[in-house]
Antibody, heavy 121, light 107 residues
Framework: EVQLVQSGAEVKKPGESLKISCKGS????????IGWVRQMPGKGLEWMGI????????RYSPSFQGQVTISADKSIDTAYLQWNSLKASDTAIYYC??????????????WGQGTMVTVSS | SYELTQPPSVSVSPGQTARITCFGD??????AYWYQQKPGQAPVLVIY???ERPSGIPERFSGSSSGTTVTLTISGVQAEDEADYYC??????????FGGGTKLTVL
């Protein structure tokens, strides 16, 4: 079964750092882009950025450039989303999604279950 | 960056047809994708490349494109179709954007 499994919910204080993960299985992880999506409480989906695990080519949405770091370790089929200094406004659910492009262009065809991040003093 | 514009809400009665639109200047040049999100769940792809339906998605879901507008059509709406729906597209640099989402209410 093709799936993305994300790390569990986190509760952090403002100023703390955090790295959440997204592990793929059932397919060739290095050969598919992985995107990250934010959903703030009661709000819509926001595209944060995308990484190609095969060569770590990374592209950020302008709104998130410099605010987060997206990385991947293809040896363990895992992508990451990282903050150096969290803010209360980072409170949200974060989803990873497999992005299938090229000859078979499916968009975001597989989604992780989401990671809830709560930042509160 | 660019924007995709959706109506905030659409309401239909069971068995009727729901149409959800998405407007954006990039849409004549780039494909659109549609996702369904039910409360407490991750989004699910329901339409790709403007009008293609993934396996497992009911035939009542269809998509179309005309100029700067793409449309998700749900024929014979069922109560289980009540959800938020998002369109998505990408520009030539690979930057993806979502529309603001449309809440479909089945009356």
């Amino acid at each position: 079964e093709v799936q993305l499994v994300q790390s569990g919910a986190e509760v952090k204080k403002p100023g703390e750092s955090l790295k959440i993960s997204c592990k793929g299985s059932g397919y060739s992880f290095p050969n598919y882009w992985i995107g990250w999506v934010r959903q703030m409480p009661g709000k819509g989906l926001e595209w944060m950025g995308i990484i190609y695990p095969g060569d770590s080519d990374t592209r950020y949405s302008p709104s998130f450039q410099g605010q987060v770091t997206i990385s991947a370790d293809k040896s363990i089929d895992t992508a990451y989303l990282q903050w150096n200094s969290l803010k209360a406004s980072d409170t949200a659910i974060y989803y990873c999604a497999r992005v299938t492009t090229g000859a078979v262009d499916l968009g975001c065809d597989i989604w992780g279950q989401g990671t809830m991040v709560t930042v509160s003093s | 960056s660019y924007e995709l514009t959706q109506p905030p809400s659409v309401s239909v009665s069971p068995g009727q047809t729901a149409r959800i639109t998405c407007f954006g200047d990039v849409l004549p040049k780039q494909y659109a994708y549609w996702y369904q999100q039910k409360p407490g769940q991750a989004p699910v792809l329901v339409i790709y490349k403007d009008s293609e339906r993934p396996s497992g998605i009911p035939e009542r879901f269809s998509g179309s494109s005309s100029g700067t507008t793409v449309t998700l059509t749900i024929s014979g709406v069922q109560a289980e179709d009540e959800a938020d729906y998002y369109c998505q597209s990408a520009d030539s640099s690979g930057t993806w954007v979502f529309g603001g989402g449309t809440k479909l209410t089945v009356l």
